[in-house]
């Protein structure tokens, strides 16, 4: 069946879990129709159609993809095309990282990192912003993390993609300045989500210090998105942090960080847990 809803629509990636489903129910809260994807579809399923009967929206459409699959962006587009809906609100949210030095980490799963935090994210825009263009319309929100703004050593990879996403997203939104199109990215610091664990950085200090609850890193990343923003760091540590990255040398900004990285022992972890 077509879709020909007026009301508007937020395509989520990443929605089946942690930041991404708190976005897809402050989206359904205000009535937008969903577009939900991730790899596991029973958790898509469960969340989409709750939040399809709680707010009376009129569509929710599940997408099961794995978006480090290079033909994933075009095949997640297509589907949306072939269901009649446009897409007025992209939220590139999905992504995970990988703990470990450079040197001894699977290069593989680096490339699949690069893949689904960076080209996956770039397809996607590229593909759904045109439509925008036409409707003089839209909202990209992007994921980016507070170290979009710093180096991270133990996870090198993926805060060079995060270091992508801020800088691509900050230069698009200046290139769509006199539109009434807006790119905002929100840069999180750790949060309690399954981000560590995917990571295999369950044991680090980051994972094991203060925590953000995912209800609010979305709230704060979604105000902004409404607002327009360009940036948003949530939280008030987080916006120090960021703050600090400003005048803080490199060389000791990535020994801190470093730090930051490295594993508990993992006795210590388990005595914290007792
Ligand atoms: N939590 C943090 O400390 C933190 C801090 C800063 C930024 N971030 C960023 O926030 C975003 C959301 O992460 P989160 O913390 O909410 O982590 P999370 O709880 O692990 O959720 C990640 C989401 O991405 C989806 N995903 C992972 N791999 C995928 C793939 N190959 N294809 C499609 N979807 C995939 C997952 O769904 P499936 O597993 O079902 O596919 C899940 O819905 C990420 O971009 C992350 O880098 C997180």
């Known amino acids: 069946m077509k879709a020909t809803s007026k009301k508007k629509t937020a395509l989520i990636t990443g929605a089946s879990n942690g930041f991404g489903m708190e976005l897809a129910k402050l989206f359904a809260k205000d009535g937008y129709n969903l577009v939900l994807v991730a790899r ?66 699977e290069f593989q799963r680096e490339l699949d990192v690069i893949q689904l935090n960076v080209v996956s994210l770039v397809t996607l825009t590229k593909l759904f912003l045109p439509e925008m263009k036409l409707r003089n319309e839209g909202k990209i929100l992007n994921l980016g993390s507070i170290v979009s703004l710093m180096p991270a050593p133990l996870m090198a990879i993926y805060g060079a993609t995060k270091a992508f996403v801020l800088s691509f997203s900050e230069a698009l939104a200046n290139e769509l300045k006199d539109t009434n199109i807006t790119v905002t990215t929100l840069c999180p610091g750790a949060g309690n989500t399954d981000f560590f664990h995917k990571a295999d950085a369950e044991y680090t200090k980051a994972a094991n210090g ?12 979604y105000e902004a998105m409404m607002k327009g923003e360009v940036k948003v760091v949530p939280g008030f540590m987080n916006k120090i942090q960021a703050a600090a990255s400003n005048v803080i040398p490199d060389t000791a900004l990535s020994s801190i960080m470093h730090m930051q990285m490295e594993e508990e022992t993992k006795d210590a972890y388990y005595d914290k847990e007792a």
């Open 210 to 221: 203060p925590l953000s609850e995912p209800k609010d890193v979305a709230r704060a990343g």
């Open 40 to 105: 596991s579809t029973d958790r898509l399923k469960k969340l989409g159609y709750s939040l399809q009967d709680e707010h009376q929206l009129e569509h929710v459409c599940i997408v099961t993809s794995d978006l480090t699959r290079p033909e994933s962006a075009q095949e997640i587009y297509e589907e949306v095309k072939s269901s009649g809906i446009e897409i007025d609100v992209l939220v590139n949210n999905a992504g995970v990282g990988v703990h470990g030095t450079f040197l001894d980490n």
